[in-house]
């Protein structure tokens, strides 16, 4: 134990100083050999061979054999033992962080004798625990899916929409669309900003990854029982592997085209203060791949490049001004790209190196459909940037046939910047009905940034004792810089405080008995720009203790730990979070077509950072009435004024976070979460009650994806924000269902 404790230190200690990453991005092939007797047969040669060349291993004093960090994709595989006969065995699938297990039996006779074995690999994986699904771009090219890897999640067991979070951010085993943790070849493109796929808007909903499924060797939906390995997550973890080049030159070319004649009618809507309708859309994207060796058996190469373009047309509302334009479209573009390459050193040693993004460009135009519900087209704006940009570099490696390293170091980027066409409040006159929208867009994204670099390792040590141990064991650090720059259009202005605002206002002129109409500020704000950030540390053990070749029994334990930091609260720490898991598989049939297997695990989400822009920074917001459309004559306190069964005598608010010391702040922040968690813990019950009711659906989720929610009763506004800035420090219904279950898996 001491000599244990001792490597693993001495290894922690290494890979800090090399900064290094590791969620899985290949496969395994292992297995069991013995004689016609059932005898184990220690030294015998396997040779498995692939796309990047050849690999080989030999039998330990169990028999057994294991071949890490195998490329996803076809292999054969040949077992060599003097006085045997050579097996030889083709077509075995290698998925992504999937072990195969082979076990065979090797007959008496010559070395140049051979069996050939005919026939698939196991249909079911007797080791693993986890539910979920492994998507392949071939099988995915023949099926009737969207064309970006978002759009593929849904083929998978458990995994639902999520309604106004967008598609690209799907609900999976019940938790909501923003529970979910994203790694593409080992990098997370997790919003740090708010848990969503890639660049996230709370006006657009998902606006990134656009990769599309052209670029994937394989994309793996894990939605419950996942290893200790795993965490950030109380929904599903999606994992994506990318293709790499080959010792065969390939490359393909390629065109789609989603035309509006293919469509079917959209249904029209019609609402009595308007609707914008779809009426038409298109998207169409062309693109090539090329892969291939520059040094046959050891460097290898692989790009990509695909641009789409995405048109959307509306259609304002009969009678109002701009109908009279008819069809207007939406216009997008992105801008895909990836580029990998493989250095196999020895065919113990590798190192990839991978590069992956979706820069995008919005026209100016109606980027919001509710653009079209203003008098004029003073409601359209550019999206001048958004998607991202991916780094990673990974070093795979096996020491000894007992000692093996996965190691990497990542970087995230993705940002969004909207631009409105007129700086001009936004003013909604509800005296009259329909009401009637003049001035600019109001709310909007000035320039939100999320930069990530994240450095983690996974080591495993293989040791014999009551059966064959694999013990993993690892840790990953993150660290998120969050910027964030939400802006009003229109002119600042001075409150009825005396203060000056940093952004425009959103104004509603409301009908008054005594004073005709009067001019309410219903959002301004004192601040526009917060700078958050955050550091993440997670470390874990786990073992795959295979007792024989048909019982798995996989325990675990994970601890992880985050600190946020806004403009007035630095370093506020969520600490002792340990998550253990336990699973245990077994193949009662002995012939890889079924198993039992069940797990039991707690998982944590990781709290993004916009609880550190709105909780721990600071967020004066204000609302005011006045006289007039200028905002130079504020009502005074005291005057009844309002429209009728709404006077009030109270015109100006404004809430404000002062500067509190650390306790202060941890005792306030302590309270919310007791607050929320009651909430939730209601709206879980909620929710496992509506999941157990046919046709019932869930109504459970985060902060909205719009940017207008105060037509929403002020109740529903205040346990969004609660469940939105609490919900990760609970277990989620969903995950606790999918960590703790019992099931029989067959063909």
Known sequence: MRCLTGTIALVWLALMTAMAHAQTTTGTVSGRIVDAQGLVLPGVVVTVTGPQGAKSATTDGEGRFTLPFLTPGA????????????????????????????????????????????????????????????????????????????????LAPGVSSRGNLGSANPSVSGSSGLENQYIVDGVNITNGGYGALGSYSIVFGSLGNGTPYDFMQEVQVKTGGYEAEYGESTGGVINVVTKSGTNDLRGSAFGYTHPDSFENSWRRVQTTNGTVNTVQTRLSDAGATIGGPALHDHLFYFGAFDPQWETRTFMAPPDFPLASLGGVDRDRRIINYAAKGTWQVTPQHRFDGSFFGDPAHGDNGPQRTNSLLNTTTSGFSELDQYGGHNQTGRYSGVFTPRFLLDASVGHALNRITEIPSVNDPQVIDRTVVPNVRTGGIGFYEAGNKSVSWQARAK??????????????????????????????????????????????????????????????????????????????????????????????????????????????????????????????????TKTGRAKVYGSYGRYYARVPNDLAARALSADAVITADYFDSALTRPIPNGVLAGPTGQRTTNHYTARRKRRLDRSEHQAQLQQRVHRGNRLRAAAQSHTRRALRSPGSRPRLGRRPAVSDRRDRPRHSRRRDRQLHANQPRTEHAGARRAGRQLRVAGP
């Open 75 to 154: 292999y054969s595989l040949k077992a060599e033992l003097l006085g045997f006969k050579t097996i030889e065995r083709a077509n075995i699938a290698v998925r992504l962080d999937q072990t195969v297990d082979l076990p065979m039996t090797m007959e008496v006779g010559a070395l140049n004798e051979s069996v050939t074995v005919v026939g698939s690999a196991p249909l079911v994986n007797a080791t693993q625990t986890t539910i979920g699904a492994n998507l392949e771009s071939a099988t995915l090219s023949t099926l009737p899916v969207g064309r970006r890897f978002s759009d593929t999640l849904y």
């Open 459 to 588: 080591a495993t040590t293989i040791l014999d004792g009551a059966g064959q141990h694999q013990i993993g064991y690892g840790f990953n650090y993150d660290h998120v810089d969050y910027s964030q720059i939400n802006q009003r259009t229109g002119p600042t202005f001075v409150t009825p405080a005396g203060d000056r605002t940093a952004t425009g206002a959103q104004i509603d002129i409301l009908s008054d008995p005594n004073f005709e109409r009067i001019f309410r500020v219903v959002r301004a704000n004192l601040n526009a720009g917060r700078s958050t950030s955050q550091r993440y540390w997670a470390g874990f053990v786990e073992d795959s203790w295979q007792i024989g070749n048909y019982l798995t029994i996989r325990p675990g334990v994970r601890y992880e730990q985050e600190s946020l930091s806004g403009t007035l609260v630095q370093d506020f720490t969520l600490k002792q979070n340990w998550a253990p898991r336990i699973g245990a598989t077994w193949d009662f």
